[in-house]
């Protein structure tokens, strides 16, 4: 009696354990309904990981809050990213979507256009990284800078690179080379003035970025202004 009771035992506690590590490997929704797996899972830990960071910044973004938050456990979270730094770099990057660069065959209304874009789309994530990231920034002596670098791809060209090209196959702008600083200006301004108000830049102030610094220095010149009615 005593060897089969030991043996049901046995078999049942091998059972819970395996049952822990099903649980573990796949987690479930809130409330332990039904189980996620693969990408289901890691769009649940990431989206979840998003919100421990914008509520309690980078000191707060542990292990131990983004698998509550996520409905599962820390060894799952270990499994994918082994670093913290890792499971941040997944964060922001599923976060970090591309901004739409227009094609309306003008240079300066493409330039508007994709500034218009990224104000709406970047200025929330701009204060977030500025603000809630400084902890991150001081521990890995790294910067913002570094930061965005890491989340694009490699080798491609940047939005404005991609503005100017096509304005020079049009024809309104002459084949001359130019430095990159100048080619991405407009959007290292943008970057500046979100830094320095915190806050999303008007829209009068993208136009002047455009036609008072950007079209002369390019050799494009100012719009003409509108004539009147």
């Known amino acids: 009696m005593n060897l089969k009771h030991e043996r049901i035992t046995g078999e049942r506690g091998a059972t819970g354990a395996q049952a822990a590590e099903r649980r573990a490997d796949g987690g479930t929704i809130r409330g332990g309904a039904s189980r996620r797996r693969g990408p289901e899972l890691e769009d649940a830990i990431l989206d979840a990981a998003w919100e421990v960071l914008v509520e309690h910044g980078y000191h707060g973004f542990t292990y131990e809050a983004v698998a509550a ?13 082994p670093q913290r730094d890792g499971l941040l770099l997944a964060t922001l990057a599923k976060s970090w979507r591309l901004i739409a ?34 902890d991150y ?43 990159s600083r100048v080619v991405n200006m407009p959007l ?23 036609d008072e610094v950007w079209l002369p220095l390019l050799g494009a010149g100012r719009p003409a202004p509108p004539s009147a009615a």
């Open 101 to 134: 660069i227009p094609d309306t065959g003008s240079l300066r209304d493409d330039a508007i256009g994709f500034l218009r874009n990224a104000d709406a789309d970047r200025a929330g994530m701009i204060t977030l990284m500025s603000v809630q990231l400084v």
């Open 69 to 81: 938050r996520a409905g599962t456990s820390r060894p799952v979270l270990y499994r994918r990213w």
């Open 188 to 210: 290292d301004l943008l970057r500046h003035d979100m830094f320095m108000t915190m806050r999303a830049v008007p829209d009068e102030s993208i136009v002047e970025i455009v």
């Open 137 to 179: 920034f001081r521990a890995t002596g790294t910067s913002l800078g570094e930061l965005r670098d890491t989340l694009l791809t490699p080798g491609q060209a940047t939005a404005f690179e991609m503005i100017v090209a096509r304005a020079v196959e049009r024809g309104e702008l002459p084949d001359v080379p130019r430095s």
